[in-house]
């Protein structure tokens, strides 16, 4: 079972920052799209960002110059920097591993992202 480990979840006013990291196996990371999505209650999952292994991103447009995504490869880590946090941020937000050449989607467990008005 492929397990990616998230962490950095927390609760933030508006305007602040959180940093959020995922962990994957190497044999996962090195080939996968690593991306975040959210999901508010009564919302369904959205993709946030998303950071192809060669380094190419992509974000949603409500997230555009405040939210980047970044991987470090030697760690087999993906990261998302949220700055000027809204309180439309606030959702839990799901990292996800996307192995093109076999379809499949892995995903972590959800950290929540709280953030006050």
């Known amino acids: 079972q492929v397990q990616l480990v998230e962490s950095g979840g927390g609760e933030v006013q508006a305007g602040g920052s959180l940093r959020l990291s995922c962990a994957a196996p190497?044999?996962?990371?090195?080939?996968?799209?690593m991306g975040w999505y959210r999901q508010a209650p009564g919302n369904e999952r959205e993709l946030v960002a998303r950071?192809?292994?060669?380094?190419?991103?992509i974000y949603v447009d409500s997230v555009k110059g405040r939210f980047t995504i970044s991987r470090d490869n030697a760690k087999n880590t993906v990261y998302l920097q949220m700055d000027s946090l809204k309180p439309e941020d606030t959702a839990v937000y799901y990292c996800?591993?996307?192995?093109?050449?076999?379809?499949?989607?892995?995903w972590g467990q959800g950290t929540q992202v709280t953030v006050s008005s």
């Open positions: 996800s591993a996307l192995v093109l050449v076999t379809g499949t989607n892995y």
């Open positions: 190497g044999s996962i990371f090195r080939i996968a799209a």
């Open positions: 950071i192809t292994s060669g380094g190419s991103t």
